[in-house]
């Protein structure tokens, strides 16, 4: 069956940088989308970042682009967020979430079970 | 981007059925949505994948009880014979080739 495990959160300071990872199994990685969202304190999901399946493109929320980097390797099957410059409105739980694609938007129909980040001093 | 508006809670009792709406901007009335289930202390469950004409595709697993259909700007998400562990949170979501957006969420309490 299809698993999404997401790990590396934690508490961080402000400013400072923090790596989450996401293992996936149970289907062929390589062909899929992969996206983080996360959902703050009391509030609701936001889409934070999508991969496409060979790496070749890759798309930010505004809140996250230019201090946020995804990534994936198709031979580990591994999915990763590197998040730089962190603020405390970055506090949140981060999913992994598989997407599908049908040419004109994204969906996710796969999700992990969440990593939490803390961004205070 | 579409923008999707959700009601933030809806209540309904035990047993009976219940009604969600998601609706999208009017520019953007010819998008479908997802309806994805967020329970507590749980990772987000897609329920299914409702398009413009009414038509829906359930993730897996998701039993009969949930049901979707559509009218004009608006998205729905119907939950019959309700049980407790429907108790959640339901947030609609949609995107585009480079971008998803959900809409705020709708908290379902179960009475």
């Known amino acids: 069956q299809v698993q999404l495990v997401e790990s590396g959160g934690g508490v961080v300071q402000p400013g400072r940088s923090l790596r989450l990872s996401c293992a996936a199994s149970g289907f062929t990685f390589s062909t899929y989308g992969m996206h983080w969202v996360r959902q703050t304190p009391g509030k609701g999901l936001e889409w934070v970042a999508l991969i496409w399946q060979d790496g070749g493109y890759k798309y930010y929320a505004d809140s996250v682009q230019g201090r946020f980097t995804i990534s994936r390797d198709n031979s580990k099957n591994t999915l990763d967020l590197q998040m730089n410059s962190l603020r405390a409105e970055d506090t949140a739980v981060y999913y992994c979430a598989r997407g599908i694609y049908n040419g004109v938007w994204h969906y996710f129909d796969y999700w992990g079970q969440g990593t939490v980040v803390t961004v205070s001093s | 981007q579409p923008v999707l508006t959700q009601s933030p809670s809806a209540s309904a009792s035990l047993g009976a059925s219940v009604n969600l709406t998601c609706t999208l901007s009017s520019e953007y009335s010819r998008y479908a949505v997802a309806w994805h289930q967020k329970q507590p202390e749980k990772g987000p469950r897609l329920l299914m994948k409702?398009?413009?004409?009414?038509?829906?595709t359930k993730g897996d697993g998701i039993p009969d009880r949930f049901s979707g259909s559509s009218s004009g700007t608006e998205r729905y998400l119907t939950i019959s014979s309700l049980q407790s562990e429907d108790e959640a949170d339901y947030f609609c979501q949609t995107g585009g080739t480079a971008f998803g957006v959900f809409g705020g969420g709708t908290k379902l309490t179960v009475l």
């Open positions: 409702v398009n413009r004409d009414g038509s829906h």
